[in-house]
């Protein structure tokens, strides 16, 4: 068993340093004077209700929004892999995975980086003939042919099957341990966070919340006391009852095994989703 990957360097210098960001649309601060730190091969998952500003925080992180209050600090080598693939249907998939990389060994990188998420039969294929799955992990490829110091992952698994999700659940942490980025997880999902992050960030009204270390080792389980433990403090520090998901526990797994739908992660539209968020 263990923790992080061996390359982190101790005492090391934080690859993504924000302090006193705000970010206003309308008449509020959806990010309110918000400070973070994020080490060299470190993994933190991110989350908070609706509207707290994870979304805006990662966009930030990723230059796709401006800061144009506070300072914020990144590495050049960024990637980032969203809910939605996006690869360019008119491309075939390797031609996707090394988009825009401007080297003369792009081609084989972008072999290599497919061979590592299991995708080199199908280098050639069109992304619209990719599987759900298939597809976010061509998206995880382009994300890893660049050699990212920091990855950005907003929800990637959150349209997947439950089995589907699991797999690639597995397949980030194996990758991260390979080429140990800093990593952060955008998530609604309390038992994803724990399952793969090292440390839980909890944002709410535009602010850290709660800063919590996930020191379990790994491979982690579900049934495990320091799971269960955790699970309940994250709970609490989202405002989620748990005697309520006790409840709804029948018509959870009923939908699990159903499959995605429009309500989300498994579960009918409008039923409670928790510890998914």
């Known amino acids: 068993m263990s923790h992080a990957p061996s390359r982190i360097p101790a005492n090391s210098k934080p690859v993504v340093s924000v302090r006193g960001l ?9 990010l309110d004077g918000l400070s973070l730190d994020l080490q060299p091969g470190s993994f933190t ?15 930030t992180l990723a230059k796709l929004d401006p800061a144009p209050e506070g300072t914020v600090q ?13 690869l360019v249907p008119w491309m075939r998939v390797l031609r996707n995975v090394t988009l825009g990389l401007r080297r003369p060994d792009a081609e084989a990188r972008g072999l290599a ?14 992304p619209l003939t990719l599987s759900g799955g298939e597809a976010q992990r061509a ?35 194996t990758l991260w341990r390979a080429h140990a980025p800093a990593v952060l ?3 609604h999902d309390v038992d994803e966070a724990l399952l793969l992050a090292d440390r839980a960030v909890v944002m709410a009204n535009g602010r850290i919340a709660a800063d919590i270390p996930i ?11 320091g799971f269960i433990a955790l699970r309940s403090r994250l709970l609490t520090e989202l405002g989620v009852d748990e005697e309520h998901l006790a409840a709804r526990e029948p018509q959870r797994a009923e939908a699990r095994a159903a499959g995605p739908t429009p309500g989300g992660y498994g579960l009918p539209a409008g039923a409670a989703a928790a510890p998914s968020l």
């Open 185 to 187: 997880l955008v998530t």
């Open 74 to 86: 990144l590495p050049d080598e960024r990637a980032v892999v969203f809910q939605e693939p996006r």
């Open 139 to 173: 998206a995880l490829a382009r994300a890893l042919v660049r050699e990212p110091r920091l990855l950005l992952l907003d929800e990637p698994f959150a349209a997947l099957d439950a089995l589907t999700r699991m797999r690639m659940q597995g397949l980030v942490e």
């Open 215 to 225: 020191p379990l080792a790994r491979p982690r389980r579900h049934g495990d006391p």
């Open 22 to 30: 705000v970010r206003n649309f309308g008449n509020g601060n959806v």
């Open 45 to 59: 998952a991110l989350l908070g209700r609706s509207g707290c500003g994870k979304s805006t925080l990662l966009r």
């Open 113 to 126: 980086a497919l061979a590592e998420v299991g995708l080199s039969h199908r280098a050639k294929a069109w």
